[in-house]
């Protein structure tokens, strides 16, 4: 395997980690979850997220994952791209953003494996109706911000592209 593609082996002159061209590395779905459960904002603000969608980057024999991310204070919003063709999940974090050093818990993952409409407001609905902790827990963290700032983040980083506007 090219040293350049393993997890914190970065050459100066490599997109942006967490790009298309440059993804986050993990192993599976659920490295990806865990990864993303990790993930914090630079002032310590966990992540709410959704998948759009997946895309194979032109010269790649693997798909890469996109996820919208929403900082749980709706402070920061980002889009980034995950691979998950790995053994390990990355232990960097892309720049501006910090990875928790704490184990993560199942039970409050905080995103999911699919598309979201009207993310993050109608999130608690994708979830499965016997996570009713994780529903209730999501709902809390949309209730405790007002509405109009979940709309307007004070933060939006584009690392990767809507994989479904792709074609427009």
């Known amino acids: 395997m090219?040293?350049?593609?393993?997890?914190?082996?970065?050459?100066l002159d490599e997109p942006p980690f967490g790009s298309l061209d440059n993804p986050i590395l993990a192993d599976g779905v659920d490295g990806q979850f865990e990864y993303l459960q990790r993930l914090r904002t630079e002032a310590g603000c966990p992540f709410?997220?959704?998948?759009?969608?997946?895309w194979c980057p032109s010269g790649s024999e693997h798909f890469v994952d996109v996820y919208e991310l929403m900082?749980?204070?709706a402070s920061e919003r980002w889009v980034l791209a995950l691979s998950l063709a790995h053994k390990e999940p990355s232990e960097k974090a892309p720049d501006g953003l910090v990875l928790h050093r704490h184990p993560f818990f199942r039970q409050v993952f905080t995103g999911v494996n699919e598309r979201v409409a009207?993310?993050?407001l109608e999130l608690p609905l994708a979830f499965d109706e016997d996570d009713s902790q994780v529903i209730a827990h999501v709902t809390?963290?949309?209730e405790a911000t007002p509405k109009k700032a979940w709309e307007n983040p004070?933060?939006?980083k584009i690392m990767a592209p809507d994989p479904m506007r792709r074609f427009a």
């Open 71 to 73: 900082a749980h204070d």
């Open 118 to 120: 009207k993310f993050p």
């Open 140 to 142: 809390r963290i949309l």
């Open 154 to 156: 004070k933060f939006y």
């Open 2 to 11: 090219d040293s350049a593609k393993e997890p914190d082996m970065e050459p």
């Open 48 to 54: 709410l997220w959704h998948r759009l969608g997946s």
